[in-house]
């Protein structure tokens, strides 16, 4: 079993589209982080997340912890080409500072 | 500063060979990890470190072993490849500062078993 949920798992959407992208678990989490990763490359951290129900922004980015800190979202406004990539959300393993687990990815596709 | 570097970036093996796959960084940081990655899917971590000397199982370990003799540099070994371990490699560094918390990395190395 995963221990993070991403949905949906793929999105193909039109340029100028709004979305959403969830990361979900049923465990507690002292923090969160969502990265992206382009075609050939690395994940790039866009934001950690701490506190419950903390809201960043990141220009057309807007990430959510939840209130109880088992999940988060990813709201992107006015998606353009740019924004095409693998989201990843990764937290640290309860009891295992050391470890970080990633969830299982949203392939996103913006369409010009 | 050069950020994680990893090679190479390419590599096709036959079942049975041995390879290491090598990364370094130069931003002295004491976490290093390895993930793989299969198609379309998120990172599975094999193998991490904490600091020269110590290092430790991730998820998926099997087939893997590891050395962390500087700060600098972790390679990863295979030593009997199976067709189960073609997959995209990544290494990360990750640094650490009250919140701030961000994993680097490397380009990847993308490993074929035939």
């Known amino acids: 079993t995963q221990l993070l949920e991403q949905s949906p798992q793929f999105l193909s959407i039109q340029e100028g589209e709004n979305l959403t992208v969830y990361c979900n678990s049923s465990?507690?989490?002292?923090?969160l982080q969502w990265y992206r990763q382009e075609p050939g490359e690395g994940p790039v951290l866009l934001v950690t997340?701490?506190?419950?129900?903390e809201v960043k922004k990141l220009k057309r980015l807007t990430f959510q912890f939840g209130d109880a800190r088992k999940d988060s979202s990813l709201h992107i406004t006015a998606a353009q080409p740019g924004d095409t990539g693998l989201y990843l959300c990764?937290?640290?393993?309860?009891?295992?500072?050391?470890?970080?687990?990633f969830g299982t990815g949203t392939k996103l596709q913006v369409i010009p | 500063n050069a950020g994680v570097t990893q090679t190479p970036k390419f590599r096709i093996l036959k079942i049975g060979q041995s390879m290491t796959l090598q990364c370094t960084q130069d931003m002295n940081h004491n976490y290093m990890y390895w993930y793989r990655q299969d198609p379309g899917m998120g990172l599975k971590l094999i193998y991490y470190s904490v600091g020269a000397g110590i290092t430790d199982k991730g998820e998926v370990p099997n087939g893997y072993n590891v050395s962390r003799s500087t700060t600098e540099d972790f390679p990863l070994r295979l030593e009997l490849a199976a067709p189960s371990q073609t997959s995209v490699y990544f290494c990360?560094?990750?640094?650490?500062?009250?919140?701030?918390?961000?994993?680097?990395f490397g380009p990847g190395t993308r490993l074929t078993v035939l």
């Open positions: 997340v701490v506190t419950g129900g």
């Open positions: 990360a560094s990750r640094w650490t500062s009250g919140e701030a918390d961000t994993q680097y």
């Open positions: 990764a937290v640290h393993i309860s009891g295992g500072y050391q470890k970080v687990t």
């Open positions: 465990s507690v989490f002292s923090s």
